[in-house]
Each structure stands twice: as structure tokens, then as C-alpha cells.
């Protein structure tokens, strides 16, 4: 461990986080938490983590005068996005910044391609798959392997955006994300059961921890629930599942968290899907439902800290995205709240201080107990509340208020 790293004036680390998104602000809740400050590199005051940190700096991941000012005096520099560009990285570390993920890690969650060509070469299982050069590449793939195939950005996109289903040949779209300098591969469709993450951290020093294997449920290619643990999997399945998510940080030299993202086969075979190395949604579920949360956890790898425990604190956790509704809602997000808090008492909310827009995550809701069915139904509802302002079933919220305070 570093002894001569940088610290406060209260003598304790200060770490640095590029990007000032939800992640962030969650990071700098646990950050407070551990005596620890964190400094955030904002685009816009109005980010989520920029409105609650003190140490906001202002600044693109592009620009690298910013991001040689934001790192000055960090002990660490560390993501909540993988948008920053190599280069900028790897100026930061030749000046000695110790920067978690190393860029050497990182590329593999920035490039789908270097990250499909690794994985195959560890011998893990991945989609079959091919770099896109010219419209017929498409084609040529697919009398291959078949139709449907997966169109993807090799790099940038999530929750959906960068990913096109295609059923049958689309030469014109293609040429169009060419021509817009878009790099592309093209993948074989996974006849999948259900999406599945695999969490673990990492530290400098080799120390690595992993959480159960959740389940993620997916609407138009965005998580909307994560269940932890993922019902009816396979004990020696899980185990597998989590060992090599470890050995995918370990060959990789990842530190801080690693989101291993999979895809189970209708056959019952894990499919790798995509990195992240950050904080990733798949582990929010954590800060109420495991013994240290993702966010503690990162920043407990990044320092070289000693990891905490990943034991669940309840049988059935359940964590679902609070999306922005089609229509404005007729209740303030305040008036929405309180009805909650008194229709259930026990579901935790997370708001991350956005504007509410359509599919737009805005928040979280995560419920604990024993039985997965009936705490996944009360998730459910409470992120739908928050959403909607409306109760399924004719539900009337006055009623439901009395009803939890015993009237």
C-alpha cells in the first residue's frame, strides 16, 4: 500500500470520481460514511453527485488540463462512467496519478470488441460474434450463424441504446452508422432464459470479494429489477457464476468493482454479456441488503483497504428502478413520498435529484424480507408509485394511507 498518498485536512483519503452522475452521489453517501471526502469531475452543476458534494470540480472526461487539476491531491482517481478516453488516462498515469480501473482494464468495458476477443481467449463463453467493416458484413454473418442477429456499438451505449435487433438484413441502417464513424460488431441472438449479474471487488493488493449472483429483469433493454439472489439458481451454479466473474478481475488486473452482466442459456449455459467497471445498477440493491454496499466497496478496493462482507442482510432483496412516467404525474415528487412511506413503511428510496423524463432513471426503491414473490410485489409498487402517482387495481392512495397507519 501507498503510504505517501495524499489525504484531507481531517488526515483521511480523498478520492476522485470522473463523473458526477447517480453512481457518484451514492459513492460520496458511503464516502461520508468512512470519513472520506470525494471529489467529483462534473459537466453540470445540476449532475446528481454535483448537487450534494462539496468538492465539485467542473469539467469534461475529455479535457485533460481538467482532469490534470480534478486529480491533483486525490489518493485515487476512479470512474462512475466508462466515457473517458484512453489517452487522457494514460497521461494521468505516466504524471503518477493512481488511477483504478488501470487503463489497460478499463478498455476492456469501453471496447465490446477487445472485450469479446479477451473473454474467447480465456476460454469463457461469449456470443459468437464479428467486427462490422461494410454493410454485407451483416449478411455474411447471419448465413452463418442465423437470423436474428445483434447489431451493437462496440463502444459507448447502454440501457438499451447502441443495440438493434435485426431480423433480416438492413444494409441502409448499417451504412448509416458506418458512415457516422460508429465502430460495430455484429453478434448471434442468445436463446436466453434470464439476464444475470455476477458483482466483485478488487484491490490493489489482490484481496477480492463477490456478492450472490442476482437476477436483472429487463423492459425494452433496461433493467427494471434486481433480485438478489437470482430465484431457483443452482448453488454450484452461482459458485461457478462468481468464480469466474474473480478470475475475469484477476486476468484483466481490474481494481474496484466489476459487474459481470450474463446471459443464462435456455440450455442452462452462462453467457457472458458485458463489463462494467464501476458501481454498476445490478448492485444497488446492496446498500440496504448486504453487510457493505457496492459503493463502500469500491471505494474500501480502490484505497487498498481491507474488503468488508457481502453476506445479505435479508433472505429476498429486491431493488427496482424508479423510470420516468410517459405523463406527467398529477402529484409532486414529495406528495408521492409520503404516500409511500405511509402505503409501506419498510421499502427504502433512493431519489437522485433528476428531472423526471420518460424511461429516464430517476431513482430507486429497494424492500427486504423473506419471501421473494411477495417482496418483489412490493418493490414493484412502490417504484411504480414514484413513477406514476397511481396504486393498480383501484388502489385510492387516502385509503391505503389510513390503512398503514392503523385508522
Avoid at 441488503?289 to 481491507?306: C, I, K, M, N, W
Wanted: aromatic share 4%; charged share 20%; proline share 6%.
Amino acid at each position: 500500500m501507498d503510504a505517501s498518498r495524499s489525504h484531507s485536512a481531517g488526515g483521511l483519503p480523498v478520492v476522485g470520481m470522473v463523473g458526477a452522475g447517480q453512481l457518484a452521489r451514492m459513492t460520496h453517501q458511503a464516502a461520508i460514511a468512512l470519513g472520506q471526502s470525494l471529489r467529483v469531475l462534473a459537466v453540470d452543476p445540476a449532475d446528481p453527485a454535483a448537487l450534494v458534494c462539496a468538492d465539485v470540480h467542473a469539467g469534461a472526461a475529455s479535457d485533460l488540463a481538467a482532469l490534470r487539476s480534478f486529480a491533483r491531491g486525490c489518493s485515487a482517481v476512479t470512474f462512475d462512467h466508462e466515457q473517458v478516453p484512453q489517452e487522457q488516462l494514460r497521461a494521468l498515469v505516466a504524471a503518477g496519478v493512481p488511477v483504478h480501473p488501470h487503463p489497460d482494464a478499463l478498455l476492456h468495458a469501453q471496447d465490446k470488441l477487445v472485450m469479446r476477443h479477451r473473454l474467447a481467449g480465456l476460454g469463457l463463453v461469449v456470443p459468437a460474434f464479428a467486427e462490422v467493416r461494410e454493410p454485407g458484413d451483416v449478411g455474411a454473418f447471419a448465413a452463418e450463424h442465423g437470423w436474428p442477429v445483434v447489431l451493437k456499438a462496440a463502444r459507448g451505449g447502454y440501457d438499451g441504446r447502441g443495440v438493434w435487433m435485426l431480423r433480416e438484413a438492413q444494409p441502409e441502417l448499417v451504412a448509416e452508422l458506418l458512415a457516422a464513424g460508429t465502430p460495430l460488431l455484429v453478434e448471434q441472438a442468445v436463446p436466453m432464459r434470464r439476464e444475470l449479474a455476477a458483482l466483485v471487488a478488487r484491490s490493489p493488493y489482490g484481496q477480492a470479494a463477490a456478492w450472490p449472483v442476482v437476477e436483472t429483469v429487463q423492459e425494452d433493454g433496461q433493467c427494471v429489477q434486481v433480485l438478489a439472489p437470482a430465484p431457483g439458481l443452482d448453488e454450484d451454479v452461482a459458485a461457478r457464476a462468481q468464480e469466474m466473474a474473480l478470475r475475469v478481475a484477476a486476468e484483466l488486473g481490474v481494481t474496484g468493482l466489476l459487474a459481470v452482466e450474463l446471459f443464462e442459456r435456455t440450455d442452462g449455459v452462462m453467457v457472458v454479456n458485458e463489463l462494467a467497471m464501476r458501481p454498476h445498477n445490478s448492485g444497488h440493491w446492496t446498500i440496504e441488503g448486504s453487510r457493505t454496499s457496492q459503493f463502500e466497496q469500491h471505494l474500501r478496493a480502490v484505497l487498498d483497504y481491507p474488503l468488508g462482507a457481502t453476506a445479505p442482510t435479508a433472505p429476498a432483496v429486491v431493488m427496482a428502478n424508479v423510470l420516468g412516467a410517459a405523463q406527467e404525474p398529477a402529484m409532486s415528487v414529495d406528495e408521492r413520498v409520503h404516500h409511500l412511506f405511509a402505503r409501506f413503511p419498510d421499502v427504502k428510496v433512493h431519489l437522485y435529484g433528476k428531472a423526471e423524463r420518460p424511461a429516464r432513471k430517476v431513482g430507486h426503491v429497494t424492500a427486504l424480507g423473506a419471501d421473494m414473490a411477495a417482496v418483489r410485489e412490493r418493490a414493484a409498487l412502490a417504484a411504480a408509485w414514484l413513477s406514476t402517482a397511481q396504486w393498480p387495481d383501484g388502489w385510492s392512495v387516502h385509503e391505503n394511507a389510513q390503512e398503514a397507519h392503523g385508522v
